[in-house]
């Protein structure tokens, strides 16, 4: 039987997910590989868009050789805003607990689930979109790469729900 293990302790100055768009700065902790259970991690800890966050990373299912990662941190609504290239003007501000369950697809590399209470982020949009910074506001994103583009699906509490196709070019 072969047999490989393998551990690094981190202390990088970026961590950078081309696919998504994403880069970590001042990541520390413990990575290791072995043939069982893939590439994983205990804990990891960054920074994402100048806040703390903790990451996890294992594999997506049982014996499965693609990747999981879940991170949980806080981030500033504009930030977020900018990243997934939403303009959306002095609407939204504050910050907000979020989770983010990052995966590695079968195909067409990694999809996530970005998931937060919204509580400490102050929106001025119009009803129903509009809240005050102490209140939550459940948010729910599905970002899912297939062939050609990208499936979008938010749920915004039970106020709002919607679906769309962002072509890749």
Known sequence: TSR????????????LMADLGLEFAGLRGTLGFDLGRGLHSERLDATLWGRPLRAVIGAAAPGSRRIAIGVDGTAELARVAQWLKWDTGEYLSGAAP????????????????????????????????????????????????????????????EQLKGALYRDAR
């Open 98 to 157: 979020f989770r983010l369950a990052i995966e590695q697809q079968e195909q067409h590399g990694f999809g996530f689930v970005l998931t937060s209470s919204l509580k400490g982020a102050l929106s001025t949009l119009p009803v129903p979109l509009a809240k005050e910074a102490a209140e939550t506001l459940p948010l729910e994103l599905h970002w899912t790469p297939v062939e050609r583009g990208t499936e979008i699906a938010l749920q915004l509490g």
């Open 4 to 15: 490989l293990e393998l551990a690094a302790g981190i202390d990088a100055r970026r961590l």
